[in-house]
């Protein structure tokens, strides 16, 4: 057998929840649900799909490796320079590309625990190790990285809000930490959910890119511009960063379809009103009937929530998708009574409601 390299023997492959497709033949279901995987339950732009249409008419060339148009469209609607940009096939790919970039064997990483998995992904596949500190009340605990910073520290990523918990660092927490972190360190602001959120406290982080060179800041067309499949993120950082990264970056990374799909968002006005008029509807409508079950909830700045359910995640979760509502179960981020569930539409959610009342029932009967 051909080995592999020591640093792939230390991962686990990334384990998605199961399609819809999967589960509606395993359980014999006509109508299946998915709430697992934080996408817009509206899909996306009306425009968004014309675009992707006419890109089929010429399918044989390669597409613009530069991302010119969707550069320069986001380079317009950010007030920033234009090469201050990088694309990727989904913001995964950039949190790969920083480990790449930034990490040799014997250098370290910090995040905290519970968070997105692919933190620690990009640091240990380049010979890395990942630092992970424990949430704080749920929320990333940024004086406990502080503490873990030492010559060996290349990178620190923090998820905002942050998932699985839906928790935001603040500003005035932003500066404050930014303040102290060696400039030789790059802090790896993730904002996936960012358009989701509209509240004096969340970071304008753009703004203290101004001050501080050493962050890079990634976004997103998956979750609010409903393109997941598509698979195209950005992020946005010093020109040397971004010089640095582009070596190591894929020609042709990004798709045609993906690249029309998003240029076409970024305008899609109404679709956007109504995904975040819907985000906060199912939001509200949640926190009701979490209060009217007495179950505890970590308030979210996301399009998810993470929930207590007070019965054991595994079970649960395999109940619940026995019945065709897939959601996250909480072991996977070691908060075993919890289920983190996407904002679906309001039936989806009366849905997920009712089936968890009954088990709820159960327990009490
Ligand atoms: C915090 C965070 N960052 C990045 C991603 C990856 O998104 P993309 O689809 O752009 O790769 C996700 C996806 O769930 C996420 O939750």
């Given at each position: 057998m051909i080995k592999c390299r020591k640093e792939v023997n230390l991962l686990t492959p990334y384990i998605p929840g199961k399609p819809i497709d999967d589960v509606k033949s395993e359980f014999n279901l006509d109508d299946v649900i998915k709430l697992?995987?934080?996408?817009?339950?509206?899909?996306?732009s009306q425009s968004a799909k014309e675009a992707v249409i006419l890109t089929?008419?010429?399918?044989?060339l390669y597409p613009d490796g530069n991302c010119t148009k969707l550069r320069n469209a986001l380079s317009k609607m950010l007030n920033?320079?234009?090469?201050?940009f990088i694309f990727g096939c989904g913001s995964d790919e950039l949190i790969g590309l920083a480990g790449k970039t930034y990490i040799s064997e014997g250098d370290e990483a910090i995040t905290c625990t519970p968070t997105f998995s692919q933190y620690k992904a990009a640091t240990v596949s380049m010979g890395g190790k990942i630092i992970e500190v424990p949430l704080k009340n749920h929320a990333y605990d940024l004086d406990g990285i502080l503490k873990e910073i030492?010559?060996?520290?290349k990178l620190i990523f923090i998820s905002n809000p942050n998932n699985?918990?839906?928790?935001i660092v603040t500003k005035s927490a932003q500066e404050e930490f930014m303040k102290k972190v060696p400039s030789d360190i790059l802090v790896v602001w993730d904002e996936?959910?960012?358009?989701y959120i509209d509240d004096p406290?969340?970071?304008?982080t753009l703004s203290i890119m101004k001050k501080y060179d050493n962050i890079l800041l990634l976004r997103t067309f998956s979750k609010m511009y409903g393109l997941a499949s598509f698979r195209i993120g950005y992020g946005i950082a010093s020109k040397d960063i971004i010089g640095y990264m582009n070596r190591l970056r894929?020609?042709?990374?990004?798709?045609v379809q993906a690249q029309e799909a998003a240029l076409a968002s970024l305008s899609s006005f109404d679709f956007i009103k109504a995904s975040f008029d819907l985000n906060e509807a199912s939001k509200q409508y949640t926190y009701q009937k979490c209060s009217d079950l007495k179950l505890d909830y970590i308030k979210t700045y996301g399009n998810f929530i993470m929930i207590?359910?007070?019965?054991?995640s595994r079970e649960l979760f395999d109940t619940l998708q026995k019945q065709g509502v897939i959601v996250r179960p909480g072991y996977y981020f070691?908060?075993?009574?919890?289920q983190r569930v996407t904002f679906g539409t309001l039936e989806q959610m009366q849905r997920f409601f009712e089936l968890l009342e009954k088990e709820l029932e159960k327990t009490i009967s």
């Amino acid at each position: 057998m051909i080995k592999c390299r020591k640093e792939v023997n230390l991962l686990t492959p990334y384990i998605p929840g199961k399609p819809i497709d999967d589960v509606k033949s395993e359980f014999n279901l006509d109508d299946v649900i998915k709430l697992a995987s934080n996408e817009n339950p509206l899909g996306c732009s009306q425009s968004a799909k014309e675009a992707v249409i006419l890109t089929l008419e010429n399918p044989s060339l390669y597409p613009d490796g530069n991302c010119t148009k969707l550069r320069n469209a986001l380079s317009k609607m950010l007030n920033q320079d234009g090469d201050n940009f990088i694309f990727g096939c989904g913001s995964d790919e950039l949190i790969g590309l920083a480990g790449k970039t930034y990490i040799s064997e014997g250098d370290e990483a910090i995040t905290c625990t519970p968070t997105f998995s692919q933190y620690k992904a990009a640091t240990v596949s380049m010979g890395g190790k990942i630092i992970e500190v424990p949430l704080k009340n749920h929320a990333y605990d940024l004086d406990g990285i502080l503490k873990e910073i030492n010559p060996r520290t290349k990178l620190i990523f923090i998820s905002n809000p942050n998932n699985p918990t839906g928790t935001i660092v603040t500003k005035s927490a932003q500066e404050e930490f930014m303040k102290k972190v060696p400039s030789d360190i790059l802090v790896v602001w993730d904002e996936a959910y960012n358009e989701y959120i509209d509240d004096p406290d969340f970071p304008d982080t753009l703004s203290i890119m101004k001050k501080y060179d050493n962050i890079l800041l990634l976004r997103t067309f998956s979750k609010m511009y409903g393109l997941a499949s598509f698979r195209i993120g950005y992020g946005i950082a010093s020109k040397d960063i971004i010089g640095y990264m582009n070596r190591l970056r894929g020609p042709f990374n990004v798709s045609v379809q993906a690249q029309e799909a998003a240029l076409a968002s970024l305008s899609s006005f109404d679709f956007i009103k109504a995904s975040f008029d819907l985000n906060e509807a199912s939001k509200q409508y949640t926190y009701q009937k979490c209060s009217d079950l007495k179950l505890d909830y970590i308030k979210t700045y996301g399009n998810f929530i993470m929930i207590d359910c007070k019965l054991p995640s595994r079970e649960l979760f395999d109940t619940l998708q026995k019945q065709g509502v897939i959601v996250r179960p909480g072991y996977y981020f070691g908060m075993d009574t919890y289920q983190r569930v996407t904002f679906g539409t309001l039936e989806q959610m009366q849905r997920f409601f009712e089936l968890l009342e009954k088990e709820l029932e159960k327990t009490i009967s």
